[in-house]
Nanobody, 123 residues
Framework: QVQLLESGGGLVQAGDSLRLSCVVS?????VAWFRQAPGKEREFGAA????????NYKDSVKGRFTISRDKAKNIVYLFVNSLKPEDTAVYYC???????????????????WGQGTQVTVSS
């Protein structure tokens, strides 16, 4: 059974940094982080391949988001620096089967999703 469990969200101040974690179990997956702010569509942030050798970032977050994975622990991390109030959202990790090699931005191509973790950035 595939499971994705996010953690690490919370209330932070603008300018702070945060590390989100996604524990992945049940197979070999490429993993992405998406976020959804109130009243907005879910948007892609970053993705990493099963091997960890390839990454993909949304242009607007490059330099502030860093995705990495610890394969031994089956954890994918998202480091977010210089947080802004507009980063306030529920952050989700999503997985695509490793053999697809997919790390793009299309949410529909990630069949597995976690429940999300709330990040709130105060000004």
């Amino acid at each position: 059974q595939v499971q994705l469990l996010e953690s690490g969200g919370g209330l932070v101040q603008a300018g702070d940094s945060l590390r989100l974690s996604c524990v992945v179990s049940g197979g070999a997956f490429n993993v992405a982080w998406f976020r959804q702010a109130p009243g907005k569509e879910r948007e892609f942030g970053a993705a990493i391949s099963w091997s960890g050798g390839r990454t993909n970032y949304k242009d607007s977050v490059k330099g502030r988001f860093t995705i990495s994975r610890d394969k031994a622990k089956n954890i994918v991390y998202l480091f977010v620096n210089s947080l802004k109030p507009e980063d306030t959202a529920v952050y989700y990790c999503a997985a695509s089967i490793a053999s697809t090699a997919y790390i793009g931005s299309n949410a529909a191509l990630y069949p597995y999703w976690g429940q999300g973790t709330q990040v709130t950035v105060s000004s």
